[in-house]
C-alpha cells in the first residue's frame, strides 16, 4: 500500500524558514516525478513545485527563488525548502505522485505565515 507522509508545517513569521519532508512507503519515489501543491482557504489547490526523476526542477511564479524542492532516495522522501515566507504563502501544503495507473495525495501538512 503506498502513503505519503508530509511533515515540518507549523507557524512562522514573515521572513522566516520551514522545511517539509514527504516520506513515502509502498514505493520507490526515485523513478517517478513528484509535486508539491497548496491549498489556502477559499482557493484552490495549486502547484507550488516539481521535481522529476532526474532531479530537474520547476515552480510557480510565486515562489521562485525563495523554495527549492529536492530529494533524498535512499530515504524515500521529498522534501519542500521554504524560504523568506510571505502571509500569502499560508496554506495546507501537499506531497503528489502519479503513476501510469495511479495518483497519490499526502494527508496534507498545514503552513501558517503571520504578518
Known amino acids: 500500500q503506498v502513503q505519503l507522509v508530509e511533515s515540518g508545517g507549523g507557524l512562522v513569521q514573515a521572513g522566516g524558514s520551514l522545511r517539509l519532508s514527504c516520506a513515502a512507503s509502498?514505493?520507490?519515489?526515485?523513478?517517478?516525478?513528484m509535486d508539491w501543491y497548496r491549498q489556502a482557504p477559499g482557493k484552490q489547490r495549486e502547484l507550488v513545485a516539481h521535481i522529476t526523476s532526474s532531479d530537474r526542477t520547476n515552480y510557480v511564479d510565486s515562489v521562485k527563488g525563495r523554495f527549492t524542492i529536492s530529494r533524498d532516495n535512499a530515504k524515500n522522501t521529498v522534501y519542500l525548502q521554504m524560504n523568506s515566507l510571505k502571509p500569502e504563502d499560508t496554506a495546507v501544503y501537499y506531497c503528489?505522485?502519479?503513476?501510469?495507473?495511479?495518483?497519490?495525495w499526502g494527508q496534507g501538512t498545514q503552513v501558517t505565515v503571520s504578518a
Open positions: 509502498g514505493i520507490d519515489v526515485s523513478i517517478y516525478a
Open positions: 503528489n505522485l502519479e503513476t501510469y495507473t495511479a495518483i497519490y
